[in-house]
């Protein structure tokens, strides 16, 4: 990084496996909502990118004086699909 912050070492934050197929969301739904908080730790300002495997949001790290990180949310698949 460019202003002597270094950068966050990568945090994995399971938000579940989705039992069935019905439940997977569409290709235009947010993975998260702006205001969610994930591990007690980030919280989400804004979705910044969308593609097949996943999305990625702005964050604030609550923990390190708003911090802004990037958070790659994996798109859920079904149970036994891997």
Avoid: W, Y
Wanted: glycine share 10%; hydrophobic share 30%; aromatic share 4%.
């Amino acid at each position: 990084m460019t202003d002597g912050r270094s950068a966050p070492s990568p945090i994995h934050h399971t938000l579940g496996r989705l039992d069935d197929e019905e439940s997977l969301p569409t290709e235009s739904e947010d993975l998260l909502d702006e205001g969610d908080m994930i591990g007690g730790r980030f919280s989400v300002v804004e979705k910044l990118q969308s593609g097949s495997f996943g999305q990625v949001f702005l964050a604030v790290d609550k923990t390190k004086e708003d911090l802004e990180v990037a958070l790659k949310v994996e798109k859920p698949r079904p149970k036994g699909k891997r």
